[in-house]
């Protein structure tokens, strides 16, 4: 085996291709209005801008809506059981660390039953992207309550309100080690697009929280957040080296620790600009800051803060195959090839009759 090196691009096809090169021949089939179709979109129109080629693409999904993608890009796909997606990526991409290699999952499918194997690709951090969509429901399986639905929330599975306390995405993702975290939304085609251009560029597992809207069991979730009257007032978009400000132009506020090193917002135009916080995409303690700042513990509860929209974390790590092949080849070159028979027929062995 000979060293790889850290990318997951190939050399770019002679030929450039287009978006409608990666829409396959399916008839896409999820609910009118879902935002899975904004998502999908946008994807198609990414990945030829990224200089793969389409035979060095694979988009690998669980179970669930989202889970269909894989049949709507003209790329390799598989599409596996019920939250095992990560493990198939894995052994995909260290089979072949020369393919680009892209999850989608959902808050469900990668939360719940996948939620394991999810951790544990992030932790190792192969070089791979991982796509989660929230929709804060269980959708495919018409409406039961998900690892991400608020507390209260009244579903199919919840008729009284849930009583558990949800998963905060991005923090978990972070707790796990992931190198890459950021999150975006359904609606903003150009938000979208930028966050899924940092994801192929970093090396290492990038993860995407993609706030989504699902129109029948649970339309409008994040409406505060993406469409209506103000709100400008509830996203934060985070930049790199820029102060954490937010709001109309002719309304700009801006974050900042108080006392107790509580967050507080305040006015931009009776602040100092050096009293806001600065965004560093490779400050821990900022990333995980920004990721339950938004958080609400219960239904028709205002938002206090804005949502941070953006990349969290953006740090670099050796990717788990590139350790592994190189493991491979200095084995190799202190012990010789191996030899699958030896190997098979030594240590301990049993005759059965």
Known sequence: MSEITETTTTTAPAAKLSRKEFVSDQDVRWCPGCGDYAILAQVQKVMPELGVPRENVVFVSGIGCSSRFPYYMNTYGFHGIHGRAPAIASGIKIARPDLSVWIVTGDGDGLSIGGNHLIHLLRRNLDVNVLLFNNEIYGLTKGQYSPTSRVGQKTKSSPYGVVDNPFDTAALALGAGATFVARTVDVDQKHLQSVLHRAAAHTGTSFVEILQNCPIFNDGVFSDVTDGEGHENRQLLLEHGKPMVFGPENDRKGIRLGPGMEPEIVRMDSTKADEILVHDERN???????????????????????VPLGVLRAVERPSYERSVYQQIEAVTRKRGPGDFDELFASGDSWTVS
């Open 284 to 306: 821990d303690a900022i990333a995980f800051f920004l990721a339950s700042l938004a958080w609400q513990p219960g239904p028709g509860i205002e938002r206090l803060f804005p």
